[in-house]
């Protein structure tokens, strides 16, 4: 099985900064990377796909990079309503595991 | 649009069957997508349980150690999952999600329907 690792498990900051969250994988996966946004009690909103598409309606601030094992997702100039948890998740191949989260946190 | 509505018992008793049903709106689960399980415990991460193509091909994760299965009714528009052998720690939310495309990404998900395994 591919393991996803993300980091940091959570982080503090401030609207208006910027942030950056990793995901590496233990073994290379090409470009099979999704980002994905979770506010509480509400299902996850598809942000990233390909490691690098923006998903349809989600604003450019969001931005997804990297391939073969180390992947990144960079949010510019932090909204109040970005501050929520996030996650990685590698569909190159079955089991499609999930990162362990990252929650973004208002300072 | 695409929805999705997962149904099935809020509680269910430990060592019985988990059989949660997806009923999908606004597109065709016999489309060239793969229909996807993922569940989340309680203050926990997001955990892949499984997905299923319209053929009937399925893959699932093995820490869940041959307990699930997974069908899918094209004439009925859902598909459904079923989890035996019920612990604790199968208690939380199950989300049914639509993986589209090549990158399988999952674009669209139900409200998702809380578990709670205790007798």
């Known amino acids: 099985d591919i393991q996803v690792t993300q980091s940091p498990s959570s982080l503090s900051s401030s609207v208006g900064d910027t942030v950056t969250i990793t995901c590496r994988t233990s073994?290379?996966?090409?470009?099979?990377l999704n980002w994905y946004q979770q506010k509480s009690g509400k299902a996850p909103k598809l942000l990233i796909y390909g490691a690098l598409s923006l998903q349809n309606g989600v604003p450019s601030r969001f931005r997804g990079t990297g391939s073969g094992t180390e992947f990144s997702l960079t949010i510019t100039s932090l909204e109040p309503e970005d501050f929520a948890t996030y996650y990685c998740?590698?569909?190159?191949?079955?089991?499609?595991?999930f990162g362990q989260g990252t929650m973004v946190e208002l300072k | 649009q695409v929805q999705l509505q997962e149904s099935g018992p809020g509680l269910v008793r430990p060592s019985g069957t988990l059989s949660l049903t997806c009923d999908v709106s606004?597109?065709?689960?016999?489309?060239?997508?793969?229909w996807t399980w993922v569940r989340q415990p309680p203050g926990k991460a997001l955990e892949w349980i499984g997905e299923?193509?319209?053929?009937?091909?399925?893959n699932s994760a093995p820490s869940l150690q041959g307990r699930v299965g997974m069908s899918i009714d094209k004439p009925g528009n859902q598909f459904s999952l079923t989890l035996t052998s019920l612990t604790a720690a199968d208690t939380g939310i199950y989300y049914c999600a639509r993986a589209k495309g090549v990158t399988r990404n999952l674009d669209s998900w139900g409200q998702g329907l809380p578990v709670i395994v205790s007798s």
């Open positions: 998740q590698q569909t190159y191949t079955a089991p499609r595991a």
């Open positions: 606004g597109g065709a689960v016999g489309s060239t997508n793969w």
């Open positions: 299923i193509y319209h053929l009937g091909t399925t």
């Open positions: 073994q290379k996966i090409n470009s099979y």
